[in-house]
């Protein structure tokens, strides 16, 4: 129960424990296996890409403004959440003054926040750029324009409550560890299904309804272009209709990856919430089981699954990743390729707009 308790689920179930029990070393040793190669990997890949975009400052467009700090918050998760859980199952107990069990434990929700509410943000504004194209265009780009500093806000404003839930407490006769006191049993319900909520409910559901219009849009621009012709087009588009025809092949490829790092997120996130879930809701849960403590741990495979989706749809892995680091001139064909198709949809989309008139 230590591990479940103190550690990865930052949900604690139990203020203290009845005794010092011992932990199952043979799962505790798969933990760390799995951890370490979480962590090296995790890390490698974002802080590899981080410094790729960083070369390429310059001309980063709005999709890699958002995978940048989309880097950033998945290295807050991987040297926050997934080191501070790797250290804690080498050592069984929180090793550490009161100050570091509220901070560790503030940065790992902190982490969850910001990895879940850039994935809407870039979500959002994919909806924008695909649905609104005249309100993208017409926004300035920056790097830290204001979506990205509205996820940050969030994140860091969320994770607030872990300072004053989490302590350093003492579990049993001389054994202190990093735990937290609800008042039960409607405290851990409560607070596992708000987290569950904020985190993962409510961003899903706004995820997936801008995807599911945006599907719907490039379905209405496919069609026009494949069924009808341009005089028709003209005759039978409303001025809202109108305002999609020049949806490019290089902004629907941006679409589809956000498509798969959302479907990343809810694979490897949705087994996490759902024993959390359970586990509180169900008095004879086993939580004790390899399982269980196994479908935590796949959580945070995310932050190693976003780097290689980028890369991926950059078309080269993992050259691209080794020559941008290794040369500092960046291609500027490629990076003023979104901003080329803004302004290439908007022009045709006013064209069809002004021909229908």
């Known amino acids: ?15 203290a424990l009845s005794g010092d029990e011992p932990r199952d070393e043979r799962l505790a040793q798969v933990e760390i296996a799995l951890l370490s190669i979480i962590f090296v990997t995790a890390g490698i890949l974002n802080f590899g890409l981080l410094l790729v975009l960083w070369k390429r400052r310059k001309q980063l467009s709005r999709m890699r403004v958002f995978v940048f700090h989309l880097c950033v918050a998945d290295l807050v998760v991987t040297f926050f959440q997934v080191c501070p859980q790797l250290m804690w199952d080498i050592t069984d107990r929180f090793i550490g003054p009161d100050i570091l069990c509220r901070v560790v434990k503030y940065l790992q929700v902190v982490g969850m926040f910001a990895s879940t509410y850039m994935i809407v943000v870039m979500t959002v504004d994919r909806y924008q750029a695909i649905c609104k194209p005249m309100v993208t265009f017409q926004r300035r780009r920056a790097r830290w324009n204001g979506p990205v500093c509205a996820a940050w806000c969030v994140s860091l404003i969320g994770g607030l409550p872990q300072i004053f839930i989490f302590s350093r407490v003492e579990v049993a006769p001389g054994v202190y560890d990093c735990w937290a006191e609800f008042i039960k049993p409607w405290g851990p319900r409560a607070y ?14 706004t995820v997936i309804v801008c995807q599911v219009r945006i599907c719907r849009t490039v379905h209405i621009n496919f069609h026009m272009k494949t069924h009808h012709g341009e005089e028709a087009t003209r005759k039978a588009l409303s001025s809202r209709a109108s305002s999609v025809a020049g949806v490019s092949k290089a ?24 024993v959390q879930l359970w586990s509180v809701w169900d ?13 935590m741990l796949l959580a945070s495979l995310n932050s190693c699954a976003n780097p290689c989706i980028y890369l991926l749809f950059c078309g080269k892995l993992p050259k691209r990743l080794v020559t941008l680091m290794c040369r500092g001139q960046p291609d500027s064909k490629e990076s003023i390729q979104e901003e080329a198709t803004m302004v290439s949809s908007l022009y045709i989309s006013l064209k069809n707009l002004s021909d229908f008139r």
Not at 192 to 205: K, N
Not at 284 to 295: G, K
Request: with cysteine; aromatic share 14%.
């Open 1 to 15: 129960m230590a591990w479940f308790s103190g550690n990865m689920s930052n949900i604690t179930l139990e203020s």
């Open 192 to 205: 596992v299904t708000w987290t569950t909520l904020v985190i993962f409910i409510l961003p899903i559901l």
């Open 251 to 274: 902004r629907v490829k941006t679409v589809k990856m956000t498509v798969v790092i959302v479907l990343a997120y809810i694979i490897c996130w949705a087994p996490f919430f759902t």
């Open 283 to 295: 008095v004879e849960a086993p939580t004790q089981t390899a399982t269980f403590t196994i479908l």
